[in-house]
């Protein structure tokens, strides 16, 4: 279980060298919370337990004043986590709004 990490200057983009559900969920589990992430997990449905873990994430890295997005095709996701974490549909949607976070945070 790995990821095809790409580091900028203000985030990284996370992309899963693996297909299967269960991988995805145990490495966003143990992702760090050190830097402003943008996962593309267009190679999954968002399913409740990706939800979950994706939320989970989002939290700590809000804690930490840290950006957390993530990338899906659509924007059919269960209605419970619309709220919960970030989801856009592009990576250049992604990069805007952790921009965006960033300069807010610098207010």
Do not use: G
């Not at 580091?7 to 693996?18: A, L």
């Not at 050190?34 to 979950?52: A, M, R």
């Not at 986590?81 to 709004?97: N, R």
Request: net charge negative; glycine share 0%.
């Amino acid at each position: 279980m790995s990821w095809n990490i790409d580091k900028r200057d203000k985030f990284e983009v996370y992309v899963p060298s693996f297909h299967l559900e269960i991988e995805f969920i145990s490495a966003i589990s143990i992702l760090t919370f050190d830097s402003n992430k943008i996962i593309d997990s267009t190679k999954f449905h968002p399913s409740h337990e990706i939800c979950k873990v994706l939320q989970i994430a989002y939290s700590k890295h809000e804690y930490h004043f840290k950006s957390f997005v993530v990338i899906f095709q659509n924007k059919l996701i269960f209605p419970s986590f619309s709220e919960s974490f970030v989801f856009v549909t592009t990576q250049s949607e992604a990069i805007d709004y952790i921009y965006m976070e960033e300069l807010e945070r610098n207010l």
